[in-house]
């Protein structure tokens, strides 16, 4: 600010006068250090992000869903052996088949979602 600025802030508006005016905020420039650093993930490789995996969705009324009990079966959108939904942190990421390794469940990635997977690598998600 000017001194004749500064002066005019100390003085302040004249009884009932309400000033009112645009602020001008100085233009930000990178620091030079900061203009070639480059980082890469590898100090990310220990977060934990949450996957699930959608086998189907279905609808129920809630006198059905009150009756469930062991044993109960719910009735999915999507057929045996159709592609599942791979989701990363709540968000579609592939899809992918169901299989059994070793007697454990698990999920074979047949396709990515590239928009989700470039935000994945940008950082975004």
């Known amino acids: 600010m000017t001194?004749?600025?500064?002066?005019?802030?100390?003085?302040g508006p004249k009884k009932g006068e309400v000033e009112i005016r645009k602020v001008q905020f100085p233009l930000l420039?990178?620091?030079v250090e900061m203009?070639?650093?480059k980082t890469g993930l590898s100090?990310?490789?220990?977060?934990?992000?949450?996957?699930?995996?959608?086998?189907?969705r279905g609808d129920l009324k809630l006198g059905?869903?009150?009756?469930?009990?062991e044993g109960s079966v719910i009735r999915l959108d999507r057929a045996v052996g159709e592609a599942v939904e791979v989701n990363i942190n709540q968000q579609r990421f592939a899809k992918g088949e169901v299989i059994v390794v070793?007697?454990?469940?698990?999920v074979r990635i047949n396709a990515i979602n590239q928009a989700q997977n470039q935000k994945l690598s940008e950082g975004l998600i």
């Open 64 to 69: 059905e869903l009150l009756s469930l009990e």
């Open 102 to 106: 070793n007697d454990v469940f698990g």
């Open 43 to 56: 100090h990310l490789e220990d977060v934990y992000i949450e996957v699930s995996v959608e086998l189907g």
């Open 29 to 31: 420039k990178p620091s």
């Open 3 to 11: 001194e004749e600025e500064i002066r005019t802030l100390l003085a």
């Open 35 to 37: 203009e070639n650093l």
